[in-house]
T-cell receptor
């Protein structure tokens, strides 16, 4: 079975500083994808960044980057130059095409609440 | 603008009552999903559908039912058999892509908060 672990229930970061949100995953599959989503207090889930298990380079999207360490099964999200609008819940999720009831099913972690301090 | 519309935003259910949550998308996505989110928890999959007139149970399907009569619509019914329905419900959709390695993300609606009266 697939599992996502986010060990930081809450994090604080000073505005304009960088922050790393941890995510470890467990799967026996060789092919999988990792996603990060942001959930503001309003509730909607916003897709941030994707990393495929066969991607050799770490994914980047603007201020977001993914520190992918395959051997350690970790996919940490790095947010550079934090802004007040970054305060939200952040969820790591995994998709394993050859496992589970559906090849497009996502397994989510419990999330990390990030608070950006002015 | 393309997107996913969930309604209502807030919903209250009486004991023994079935309620239906609406989800409509105009992204032309083949796949649609329903998730449940409890406080302090991640999302758990209730049902998903990859094609019209077909859907599959997720991890916590008991007490819920769905239909997929149109590509754009995937309503969720919370039945009276669901004894603890109070939660935040999120609908999502995604393109299936040309490969199972597709990096197509799931796109989410704004959610419905369901409470028991």
């Amino acid at each position: 079975a697939q599992k996502i672990t986010q060990t930081q229930p809450g994090m604080f970061v000073q505005e304009k500083e960088a922050v790393t949100l941890d995510c470890t995953y467990d799967t026996s599959d060789q092919s999988y994808g990792l996603f990060w989503y942001k959930q503001p207090s309003s509730g909607e889930m916003i897709f941030l960044i994707y990393q495929g298990s066969y991607d050799e380079q770490n994914a980047t999207e603007g201020r977001y980057s993914l520190n992918f360490q395959k051997a350690r099964k970790s996919a940490n999200l790095v947010i550079s130059a934090s802004q007040l609008g970054d305060s939200a819940m952040y969820f790591c999720a995994m998709r394993c095409p050859y496992s589970g009831a559906g090849s497009y099913q996502l397994t989510f972690g419990k999330g990390t609440k990030l608070s950006v301090i002015p | 603008d393309g997107g996913i519309t969930q309604s209502p935003k807030y919903l209250f259910r009486k004991e023994g009552q079935n309620v239906t949550l609406s989800c409509e998308q105009n992204l032309n996505h083949d796949a649609m999903y329903w998730y449940r989110q409890d406080p302090g928890q991640g999302l758990r999959l209730i049902y998903y559908s990859q094609i019209v007139n077909d859907f599959q149970k997720g991890d916590i399907a008991e007490g819920y039912s769905v239909s997929r009569e149109k590509k754009e619509s995937f309503p969720l019914t919370v039945t009276s058999a669901q004894k603890n329905p109070t939660a935040f419900y999120l609908c999502a959709s995604s393109a299936l892509g040309t490969s199972i390695y597709s990096n197509q993300p799931q796109h989410f609606g704004d959610g419905t908060r369901l409470s028991i009266l």
